[in-house]
């Protein structure tokens, strides 16, 4: 008899009979489902606020914690599939290295050093890591939709992918001719860059570079008939295709611009890990952080939060020093979004005393929101979180009128700043203001939200705006003119209320997708180095004369008449002139004995 028939038989005899193997798998699955209930990294905050909990509660915590970095959660497989895979299961494990991004805002912020980065406290660190598995917007979407969502890309084509698989519509793979090198080490912190192939892709990279300025995108698109996966010709066309309402189009070009670099990362490239970092003033460095920052742009709008957060954290500890695209002006939100709200605060209370987190506008009302949400899940007063919506809308009183406009239009009591107030919002603020509020709207609608919200700011109207205008003198030191990485910023992320208030200079030139404002120290692989003229002897620069392209008044003959470049005459041209020199004295040797005998 079968061992399924005898386990149907005992069964019906006693409903909780079990064969061996079965009872192993249940203990296993006890086991996964004890161990999943730590993936909320944020646990260990409470037991550093909780200081009331009992010993034995701290040491389950902090088992916790240490579950989800070393434990890898398992995927539910059928009864059937555990028993053919039971004996050649092996046991992974995922672990994420410490990430730890510290960025800064050019105008308002101190740069800190690597080492002041490597000072911050080992929470610090947790809060900012990178987790690389949520980098892929499919894993979220299976986590939404369950089973019934089918990827689109074939994974099987390359193990362990960070971004995207392969697309069954994309072109076929050849050689992709994008590589990255490892270029030095300093105090643990290792620097890459990527490098473009002398045959395989720096001649398509010169054929764009001579028609990206063409207004017809068909002219562009010829790159890609030669080299389908070039990075800067699919960030163009993606653009194209996003101006003329083709969304889905411009995210695939993004996705396939990602997978053809991420086919070329250093094997020692970990995008968990904050001492793996690349220079923005590279020009074939910037081609990642574009991509990666429209993408975190197109998986939002579908609402995977998750991923576009883990994104942008990417992005902002890729270069930790400069945060060339200035992404502390979105983080906070799309950690709020997320649902990260131990994220705002936790990193807000960690680093403040290195940077000025405060001084941003979006940080102030995040702070504020996030502390309200953890005030409303565990109970207690918002007190805390009314000081601190109070105190932002003090500082920064132009948010707190636009959200009104938005979210109460009909409201009897309209925000009505004094004439002083408004003018104290210089430019650059009034940019930073109006995109926090193009992002956060959603967050500040919500139906427990907005009478708090309301409430709030009846109160400080209903007081005299003279600490607004006390804190004018602030706003007018702090946020002089916008800094480089927010005006790239904004331009990436081009929202009309917030790309109005750009100075009129950005746009003199045309708009370059593929790379905005470009930092003024940029270097590029590409750029040929001029060499100094050399001085040459009249006897040379005579023979040269004798060359079809030879043009006295050309520039290289500007300034020193004598310069010529040896290199550019032909080899067996210079041989037989050299041929002709050595012969002639010889020649005129014998024409002098053979003249002297006539005389004779």
Known sequence: MSSRSIRKLNKQRDPSFLLPEE????????IINIKKKSLNVFDYFDIVENSDLSESDKNSNDNDVESFVKVKPCRKKSKKKQKLNSKKKKKTNESFQDDFDFDSLETFTQIPTLDTCNALPALAKTILKVNRRQLNVNYELK??????????????????????????????????????????????????????????YQQYQHMFN???????????????????YHVDTLIFISESCRINGDIQIAADLIERALFCIESGFHSNFNVSSINCLLDYTKAENRGLFISLFKHAIYVSLKSCWNTAFEIVKLIYNLSPEADP??????????ALKSSNFNFVISILSEIDHYKNLTVLPNFCYSVALANFYREVISNEDNAFSTELLTKAIITFPLI???????????????????????????????????LYVARATDLWKEPEVLPWFS??????????????????????????????????????ADISTVSALLPPAVFDGQPRSWDPLP??????????????????????EFIRSFLPSYELNSPEHEGVVLTVALRDIPAHVMA?????????PSALGRLYRYTRSLIQ
């Open 455 to 492: 409430r709030v700011l009846d109160e400080v109207l209903q007081n005299p705006i003279e600490q607004m205008e006390e804190c004018s003198h602030f706003r007018k030191k702090t946020f002089r003119s916008p800094p480089r990485n927010v005006i790239r910023h904004i331009l990436l």
């Open 576 to 584: 037989f002139f050299l041929d002709v020199a050595r012969a002639i």
């Open 400 to 434: 707190a009128k636009l959200l009104r406009e938005q979210l109460q239009p009909d409201h009897p009591s309209p925000v009505i700043l004094p004439k002083n107030v408004l003018q104290s919002h210089t430019r650059s603020l009034t940019q930073q203001c109006r």
């Open 23 to 30: 009872a192993s798998h249940s203990e296993e699955e006890d």
């Open 143 to 200: 986590t939404i939709f369950g089973h019934h969502f089918t990827p689109d890309s074939n994974s099987t084509h390359r193990p362990n992918i960070i971004f995207t698989g392969m697309k069954n519509t994309w072109p076929p793979v050849r050689k992709l001719g994008i590589t990255m090198t490892q270029d030095k080490t300093v105090n643990n912190v290792t620097y890459f860059s990527i490098n473009h192939g002398k045959f395989s």
């Open 325 to 334: 695209l200035a992404c502390l002006l979105w983080l906070d939100v799309l």
């Open 210 to 228: 001579k028609v990206n300025q063409s207004p017809d995108p068909n002219v562009v698109k010829q790159v890609l008939d030669h080299h389908p």
């Open 519 to 540: 930092p003024s120290n940029s270097y590029s692989d590409y750029e040929s180095r001029t060499k100094a003229p050399q001085k040459r002897s009249p006897l040379i």
